[in-house]
């Protein structure tokens, strides 16, 4: 219960300290050019950017003094991910391992047409997280193919190479 007085009081000075800093940029009577300059000493002073401060003032014009408290991570969070997401990753894994050179956006569709996922429901960025921690990033799959053409297929000879005595039997 503390803890949430604190976030709540933390998030009320926050929003506060946020006024106080776009406050000088609200004057209506203020030329653009003006503002301009207004907004870039304040940045400067405060040591936050100037687009920090287009952001609070379109946040104060679209919800008020309630719209420059921070929100909290569960309200930031976009979406949550489906039930069956442990399935959806170990399907995007087994499809990598199917087709190496598959991209993420090639498995989300292919999950999608199967039926697994409903369309838009998983992200590119999100899964691409997955599949690095799993250890089929791109960069991952790479070194494995390359590892794999010098080193797995060194006393193999291709069919093209070999007598063609070798290939066909008598």
């Known amino acids: 219960m503390n803890t949430i007085k604190s976030t709540k009081k933390w ?3 926050e929003a506060l300290r946020r006024f106080r800093l776009i406050s000088p940029i609200l004057d ?7 503002r301009l300059q207004v907004r870039k000493e304040i940045a400067d002073k405060a040591g936050v950017t100037t687009r920090s401060l287009y952001r609070y003032e379109a946040a104060y014009r679209s919800g008020g003094f309630a719209g ?3 929100m909290n991570r569960e309200q930031r969070r976009s979406f949550a991910l489906p039930e069956n997401f442990e399935e959806l990753v ?3 894994i087994q499809l990598k391992r199917e087709v190496p050179a598959r991209s993420v956006a090639q498995i989300i569709l292919i999950l999608e047409m199967e039926g697994l996922v409903a369309p838009g429901i998983l ?7 997955y599949l690095y921690d799993a250890g089929f990033g791109k960069k991952q799959m790479k070194k494995y193919t390359e590892a794999r053409s010098s080193s797995s297929r060194r006393f193999c000879k291709s069919a093209i190479s070999a007598p063609l005595s070798m290939i066909i039997p008598r």
């Open 11 to 13: 998030q009320e000075d």
């Open 28 to 34: 209506e009577s203020l030329d653009p050019a003006k």
């Open 68 to 70: 420059l408290k921070p």
């Open 90 to 92: 170990g399907e995007a």
């Open 123 to 129: 992200k590119r960025s999100t899964l691409q997280r």
